[in-house]
C-alpha cells in the first residue's frame, strides 16, 4: 500500500478559495498521473481534474476557468488551487495517483478530504 494523504479542505464562503495538497510517499519508484476527484452527498465520485506526469492538464467543464491543478515532482505532491468557489462544488475531494513500485504499477486512493462552500 502506498500513502496518499490529502490536505486543506474546510469551510469557505461562496466566491472564497481553497488549495487542496495530496501527498505520495513510500517506497515508489515514479508518479505518473495524479487526479482529483470528489463526490457530494448522493451522487457519483466525478473526475475535477487530471495531470501528467508532463505536466498536460485536464479539467471537468464545472470547474474550467476556476480551478487549477499543478504538482511538485520533487514532493511526489499534487495541488488543486480552487477559486471562485460555489456552493455545488461542495463534496469530500479525494486524489488518485498512477504509481509505480517494486511491485509493477497501480493506482491509490487518498482518503478524501472534505470542502464545504456555504454562507
Known amino acids: 500500500q502506498v500513502p496518499v494523504v490529502e490536505s486543506g479542505g474546510g469551510l469557505v464562503q461562496p466566491g472564497g478559495s481553497l488549495r487542496l495538497s495530496c501527498a505520495v510517499s513510500g517506497t515508489i519508484f515514479r508518479v505518473n498521473g495524479l487526479d482529483w476527484y470528489r463526490q457530494a452527498p448522493e451522487k457519483e465520485r466525478e473526475l475535477v481534474a487530471a495531470?501528467?506526469?508532463?505536466?498536460?492538464?485536464h479539467y471537468a467543464d464545472s470547474v474550467k476557468g476556476r480551478f487549477t491543478i499543478s504538482r511538485d515532482n520533487a514532493k511526489n505532491t499534487v495541488y488543486l488551487q480552487m477559486d471562485s468557489l460555489k456552493p455545488e462544488d461542495t463534496a469530500d475531494y479525494y486524489c488518485n495517483a498512477d504509481v509505480q513500485g517494486h511491485w509493477g504499477r497501480d493506482l491509490f486512493w487518498g482518503q478524501g478530504t472534505q470542502v464545504t462552500v456555504s454562507a
Open positions: 495531470i501528467t506526469s508532463g505536466g498536460s492538464t
